[in-house]
């Protein structure tokens, strides 16, 4: 089988990846992306060529929404005008409800939603890599057609990445937990200790623990908005189980601590067993 | 001047590591910990000798407790019995106020609370390495005797550290943002995770930065319960600033989100308009 042509829409960090590792896989990928982000990524060798529009784009076997999750569902609405039969439509979104809702919507029989589980805290074409799928896990959403499904997990593997079939809203309640609720932790976190005077101004004292925990913080929050926004349900039931654990943990009258502080108390510590009784 | 002799009380992953940075520098330390522990770090060339008791080991110049806090306020109500004026008292522990109280207390004026910021989701002398202190601040508090402070620094720059002088209150308020508040986040986003059906069985879908915000969480829980518990009211502050940070970070009504959301709606968004009108 020859291999599917493909154009990837929003050449950002995970669309420019997703071009640069099709290409080195001796896939055709055509770049859409306005007219500053195509020339670079022309220059890079990450695709073989660019278009201005989706619908331009739409003659590819395989096209792959990879803008922001907003303009995904607007690209999704244009696309459905001019897609032919047959045409394999996937994105690479954080949150796989609002899209596959819309595709299904639409009457989009060949749309399989999909979500890299890669990233980092950088942003943009000059911080895609074609490494950063290799060996994650990807997740499809089933669909309609399933040669559809097939073609995306072809390549999902192509780029080194290990997909896994997932419903949309098991995915968009697994990642509340593991990908969103961090995202706004990591920015609470460092809100808080700016926002005091002491930790402000001391802030040179803090170690690895403060800085890996505080990382996401430099996400794009414009982007994270959109994200956070699409998944608001399950991510605020994910906030609220964590304010739960949160208020169980520190020390405090009667909290789970305490009491365990109490038992614990009982027993004397091996090392003051050892060091201080003689 | 020669080098003062150091006894290092506690060979864990701080005092181990202590231990063996200053064994490299050319000190001549003398470890006390429970019997296996000093075997090991005998074994391991970190330290001159060994003793079972602090009473014993209270004839070097200056005296290191890096025991958990709890049994560093003990062992320093045992020396405050034997201490001969001169005798320098230090700690490496993560609260400086109740063991800096304790020794005013006590009229120990060769105290000097130390905390080095340093360290990893590890534990016990296994975990510890000479290279630990490198580049790293470390707290030293103010004492009555200033030729104490003297010697302490001296014993911090000797292992690579970079001493700064710091009021026990303040540190206490500062490191509450930058470190125990981490640490319970961790904990608590590890279990918010733990306790959803989907989440738990989806765990492996956890990206780097997941797995960055929930390292902590490994932390040893028994010396973590008694960190928390003697910086209790500033812990308690910093969660509640933290908590309110997360309560206006993800979307929802009247949100700072929401409000953001609505304004940046009015513009089309930079992607969305090179790529969608043509």
């Given at each position: 089988m020859n291999k599917p042509t493909v154009a990837v829409v929003g050449l950002g960090l995970i669309g420019g990846s997703l071009a640069r590792a099709l290409t080195r896989a001796g896939y055709g990928v055509i770049g859409v992306d306005r007219d500053s982000v195509r020339r670079r990524a022309v220059r890079a060798g990450a695709v073989a060529g660019t278009t201005g529009t989706v619908e331009a784009a739409a003659g590819v076997d395989v096209l792959v929404l990879a803008a922001p999750p907003e303009a995904n569902l607007r690209l999704l609405r244009r696309l459905a005008r001019v897609a032919r039969p047959g045409l394999v439509i996937t994105d690479v979104g954080s949150v796989k409800r609002p899209i596959v809702q819309e595709a299904a919507r639409l009457g989009l029989r060949g749309f399989v939603g999909g979500h890299p589980m890669a990233g980092t805290e950088g942003a943009g074409f000059l911080a895609s890599?074609?490494?950063?799928?290799?060996g994650r896990p990807w997740v499809v959403t089933p669909a309609g057609d399933p040669a559809a499904v097939r073609r995306v997990r072809g390549l999902v593997r192509a780029v080194g990445a290990r997909p896994v079939e997932l419903e949309a809203a098991v995915h968009d309640r697994a990642v509340a937990f593991l990908s969103h609720l961090p995202q706004v932790v990591a920015w609470a976190l460092a809100a808080a200790a700016r926002g005091d005077a002491e930790a402000g101004r001391w802030?040179?004292?803090?170690?690895p623990g403060f800085h890996d925990m505080t990382r996401?913080?430099?996400?794009p929050r414009r982007l994270w908005r959109e994200i956070l926004a699409q998944n608001d349900a399950a991510v605020s039931r994910a906030l609220g189980a964590f304010i739960r654990e949160l208020r169980r943990a520190?020390?405090?009258?009667?909290?789970r601590m305490t009491n365990e502080q109490g038992r614990r108390r009982a027993k004397p510590h091996s090392l003051r067993r050892e060091v201080m009784t003689r």
């Open positions: 890599s074609p490494d950063l799928f290799l802030r040179s004292l803090a170690g996401l913080a430099r996400s520190p020390p405090g009258p009667g909290s």
